[in-house]
Structures are given as structure tokens and as C-alpha cells.
Nanobody, 120 residues
Framework: QVQLVESGGGLVQPGGSLRLSCAASGSIRRVNTMGWYRQAPGKQREFVATITSAGSMEYADPVKGRFTISRDNAKNTVYLQMNSLKPEDTAVYYC??????????????WGQGTQVTVSS
């Protein structure tokens, strides 16, 4: 079994910054692509950013230039630095990881979500 644990959400004023973290643990042989998704009230979950194990990154258009995804492969951890936050960034942010387990099974795992609220 594998587990993703997120942290770093909270309440921030418009223009402010937050840093989210997500650590993968459990029966892990290798963590491949890791990423962040978000779901605002009344909306579907949407892509935010992903990063491969080699460091290749992709971003959704609404967050380009404001958010930065990074990872620490030694710690199986992915980060999301969010700057210049806007009220429309308010959502529950979910971590996702594609994992190869110790018994060579592929697992796509989700975190429990962390709330980000941007409001004055």
C-alpha cells in the first residue's frame, strides 16, 4: 500500500503565497510522475501541474508564471509554490502520483486534499 500526505494549505490574502507539500510513503519502488490537481466548489477537478521523475514540468494555463512545481526524489515529495494568488485559485488541492510498488504493480494514488482559500 502507498499513501500520499499533503500539507501547507490555508487562508491567504489575494497576492499572497503558499507552499504545498505532498509526501509519498509505503511500499514504493519508484515514484514516476507527480502532480497537483484542484477542485473548486461546484466544479470538476482540474489539472494544475505535473512533474516527471526527470524533472519535466507542465502547467495549466491559469497558473503559468505564478505557480512552480518541484520535487525531491530522495524524499518522494512534491511541492507546489503558489505566488500571486487570486480568489479564483480557491479550491481543494489534491496531490497525485504514479507509483511502481515493491512488487512491481503500478498504482495511481491520490492524497486526501488540502484546502486553499484566497480571500481578503
Amino acid at each position: 500500500q502507498v499513501q500520499l500526505v499533503e500539507s501547507g494549505g490555508g487562508l491567504v490574502q489575494p497576492g499572497g503565497s503558499l507552499r504545498l507539500s505532498c509526501a509519498a510513503s509505503g511500499s514504493i519502488r519508484r515514484v514516476n510522475t507527480m502532480g497537483w490537481y484542484r477542485q473548486a466548489p461546484g466544479k470538476q477537478r482540474e489539472f494544475v501541474a505535473t512533474i516527471t521523475s526527470a524533472g519535466s514540468m507542465e502547467y495549466a494555463d491559469p497558473v503559468k508564471g505564478r505557480f512552480t512545481i518541484s520535487r525531491d526524489n530522495a524524499k518522494n515529495t512534491v511541492y507546489l509554490q503558489m505566488n500571486s494568488l487570486k480568489p479564483e485559485d480557491t479550491a481543494v488541492y489534491y496531490c497525485n502520483a504514479d507509483i511502481l510498488s515493491r512488487i512491481y504493480s503500478h498504482i495511481n494514488s491520490w492524497g486526501q486534499g488540502t484546502q486553499v482559500t484566497v480571500s481578503s
